[in-house]
Nanobody, 126 residues
């Protein structure tokens, strides 16, 4: 079974950092674009960042550009989201998602991804 598991969430003060991990099991993510999405209380799920299957293409939401960095290690079957300079508005449940896309650029859209993890809570407060 295709499965994605997020880890690395937690509580951090404003300005702090966290690194989220998305580990794949049941499949090799070599041919998959991976996206990070988040859903804050009372808001719709929104795209944060995505990375192409090769890692050669990345996209970021304007709200996180310059603060977050997405990367992947196919040997470890894992995708990461390094989050720096965290703000209270970054508080959300963060989800990783997979899109079978062996050669194209990633698209930061919920509808472009079909396989989803269960989410990891990121809290940002003093």
């Amino acid at each position: 079974q295709l499965q994605l598991v997020e880890s690395g969430g937690g509580l951090v003060q404003p300005g702090g950092s966290l690194r989220l991990s998305c580990a794949a099991s049941g499949f090799r993510l070599n041919y998959y674009a991976i996206g990070w999405f988040r859903q804050a209380p009372g808001k719709e799920r929104e795209g944060v960042s995505c990375i192409s299957s090769s890692g050669g293409n990345t996209n970021y939401a304007d709200s996180v550009k310059g603060r977050f960095t997405i990367s992947r290690d196919n040997a470890k079957n894992t995708v990461y989201l390094q989050m720096n300079s965290l703000k209270p508005e970054d508080r959300a449940v963060y989800y990783c998602a997979a899109d079978w896309n062996p050669s194209g650029n990633c698209v930061l859209s919920v509808t472009a991804f079909s396989s989803w993890g269960q989410g990891a809570l990121v809290s940002v407060s003093s």
